[in-house]
C-alpha cells in the first residue's frame, strides 16, 4: 500500500525549487523501494532537469539496479513533451520503473493527463490523487495561471490599529513599502520636519515582505506609490531573485530619476501614452485605464509570463482589485499605532487563513478561493 509521508516528502522537496523554477512548476519526486528513499529531488532553475530527472539521477552506484522495483512518488504528473527538456515520461519507461505514484495532474494544455495516459499505455501501474489539495496548493500559481489565464494575485498592506494605511496630512508614516534611510529619501518640508517618524510594521515584520517579494514573479505599484514614497521594489533585506516591477503611469508623470526606471531591475510600466521607445529592462504597455484595468493588467502579466504577482500598491490600487474580485490572498500587517483619521485601508470581506503575531504587529492572512 502506498504512503503518504513520500508523497509529503515530495511536498517539501518542491518548496525548494519554487521560485527558482518559474515559469515552471516546482516537482518534488522520491524513489522508494521497502520503505527506503533511494533516490529524490525537485525541480531545477528553469530550464534545468525535472524533478523526476534530478531524482533518479541522485540514487547512489550501488542502488541503482533497485529503480526497476521501485515506486516512484512524484507531486505532478510527469511532462510527455518537449520543452526547454525531454519528456520526463520518457526517462520513467527507459528506466523500466513499474510503479508510479502522483499527486495530481499537470493543468498545462501540452500535458493535462497526457503523462499519465504514456505511462499507463506503457505498462506502467499509476495512482493518481494522494494528497491532491496539497499538491495543488504547492503549485498554487502554476495552477492558477493555466487554469485561469492570469497570475496569482497577493495584495499586501499594512494598517493601523484602527484601520488606517496612514495618518492625516503632516504626519509622517513609513509603512513596511519603504524603507527612506536605505532607500536615501530625506523627509521634506515642514510640516514633515517637526514630526517623528511612525512606523506602522517593525522590523521583522518589513524583512517577511522582502521575502514575499523574492518568492513573487511580479510586483506592482500605482503612480502616486512612486511619487510619494519613491520605492525600490526590491529584496535588499533578503536575500533572492527581485521580482519584475509593475507600475502603473497613465499620463507619464513618472519621470526617469525615480529608482523605478534606474534599468537596474526589469521594469513593465502600464500607461495610455503610445509609440514609447522599450529599453531592455523598461518596457511600455499601453493599455486603456477603465474599470477593466485589473483584468488588463492580469492579461499583460499572463502574455509575459509572469505566475505571481503582489500588490503594494496605494489604497486606490488595491480596493480597484479588491472591487473586480481580482485576488487570491490579502496579508495584512496590523501595527499598534492609532492615528484617528488619515487614509482608511482597503474594505473587503474574506475568510481568515492564518493569525500570526510578529512582535508587536499581527499579520491576517486572508483568502478569496472559490
Known sequence: MHNTIYMQRCLELAQNGQRAAMPNPSVGAVLVYNDRIIGEGHTSAFGGPHGEVNCINSVKPEDRHLI????LYVSLEPCSHYGK??????????HQIKNLVVGTTDPHEKVAGNGIKK?????????????????????????????????????KWAESADGYLSPEKGVRIFDDLVI??????????????????????????RQLVHKWRSEEAAILVGTQTVLDDNP?????SWTGPNPVRIVLDRTG??????????????????TEQRDL???????????????????????VLYKHNLLSLIIEG??????????????????????????????KAPRFSAPLLKKQAIQDNELLIFGNYD
Open 232 to 236: 525600490q521594489l526590491d529584496v535588499r
Open 85 to 94: 527538456t525531454p519528456p520526463c515520461c520518457d526517462l520513467i519507461i527507459e
Open 314 to 343: 496605494g489604497r486606490q490600487t488595491l480596493q480597484t482589485f479588491i472591487d473586480a474580485g481580482l485576488w487570491d490572498e490579502a496579508r495584512v500587517f496590523k501595527g499598534p499605532a492609532v492615528f484617528g483619521n488619515g487614509t
Open 119 to 155: 505511462l499507463r499505455e506503457a505498462g506502467k501501474n499509476v495512482t493518481v490523487g494522494m494528497l491532491e489539495a496539497k499538491c495543488r496548493e504547492s503549485n498554487k500559481r502554476f495552477f492558477t495561471f493555466h487554469e485561469k489565464k492570469r497570475p496569482y494575485i497577493i495584495l
Open 277 to 299: 521607445p522599450n529599453l531592455d529592462n523598461l518596457l511600455y504597455e499601453t493599455v486603456t485605464f477603465n474599470e477593466a484595468l485589473p483584468h488588463t493588467i492580469a492579461n
Open 68 to 71: 526497476t522495483d521501485a515506486t
Open 253 to 270: 508623470k513618472i519621470t526617469n530619476d525615480y529608482y523605478v526606471k534606474n534599468l537596474k531591475i526589469k521594469t513593465i510600466v502600464l
Open 180 to 205: 527612506r534611510e536605505q532607500d536615501g529619501v530625506e523627509a521634506q518640508g515642514d510640516s514633515v520636519a517637526d514630526k517623528k517618524p511612525v512606523w506602522i510594521t517593525n522590523q521583522y515584520s
